[in-house]
């Protein structure tokens, strides 16, 4: 089974709306945690955002929030006010367990922003 | 942004060469890693290393060796290259104090096998 999966494999949005990026996540490990990564068409991996699986909270970071749902274990990104600038490849990585030697990413969303 | 730096950044080889790709970090941090990217398969682990001399493979170890004889420095060795190892590596770094902290990544490696 996937560990990481994202079902959208494209998306867009209209410049300075609101998008959701979906990934859920499968682990039998109390402790994991979720990141996201931003690749640009220039190729590097950004790192965006984190949640741990004890976090009470949604993490956010500037326009960036993630959706945790815990139960349903999903762990969706949502960027607001979307900028062209935004316009990637978008990856939801998870680390298994707390000593953080194995990651899993999914396979990506590619955002296009639209003007 | 993290001092990590790989080497070559791209390289044409034949089958049944062997290649070498390195991966330099200035960061002093403990693990690194070795990714490859393919379409439609997002980023996978090929490799991890959390100390000097200290490595374990990851889901896509086939057909690949590392080392880590220094903590700076983290080698994947494709010994007798394939064309399915065509691909982009990506090397990326993380330090051990903390759980939460993310990977930090190289610029990869675009490695086309002829």
């Known amino acids: 089974a996937q560990k990481i999966t994202q079902t959208q494999p494209g998306m867009f949005v209209q410049e300075k709306e609101a998008v959701t990026l979906d990934c859920t996540y499968d682990?039998?490990?109390?402790?994991?945690?979720l990141f996201w990564y931003k690749q640009p068409s220039s190729g590097e991996m950004i790192f965006l955002i984190y949640?741990?699986?004890?976090?009470?909270q949604n993490a956010t970071e500037g326009r960036y929030s993630l959706n945790f749902q815990k139960a349903r274990k999903s762990a969706n990104l949502v960027i607001s006010a979307s900028q062209l600038g935004d316009s990637a490849m978008y990856f939801c990585?998870?680390?298994?367990?707390?000593?953080?030697?194995?990651?899993?990413f999914g396979t990506g969303t590619s955002l296009t922003v639209i003007p | 942004d993290a001092g990590i730096t790989q080497s070559p950044r791209h390289k044409v080889t034949e089958t049944g060469t062997p290649v070498t790709l390195r991966c330099h970090q200035t960061e002093n941090h403990r693990y690194m890693y070795w990714y490859r990217q393919d379409p439609g398969h997002g980023l996978r682990l090929i490799h991890y290393?959390?100390?000097?001399?200290?490595?374990d493979k990851g889901e896509v170890s086939d057909g690949y060796s590392v080392s880590r004889s220094k903590t700076e420095d983290f080698l994947l060795t494709l010994e007798s290259a394939t064309s399915s190892q065509t691909s982009v590596y990506f090397c990326?770094?993380?330090?051990?104090?903390?759980?939460?902290?993310?990977?930090?990544f190289g610029d990869g490696t675009r490695l086309s096998i002829l």
């Open positions: 990326a770094i993380r330090p051990d104090r903390d759980s939460n902290q993310p990977q930090h």
């Open positions: 990585a998870m680390r298994e367990g707390d000593t953080g030697n194995q990651f899993y």
């Open positions: 949640q741990g699986s004890y976090d009470q």
């Open positions: 290393s959390y100390g000097v001399k200290d490595t």
């Open positions: 682990t039998s490990d109390p402790s994991y945690g």
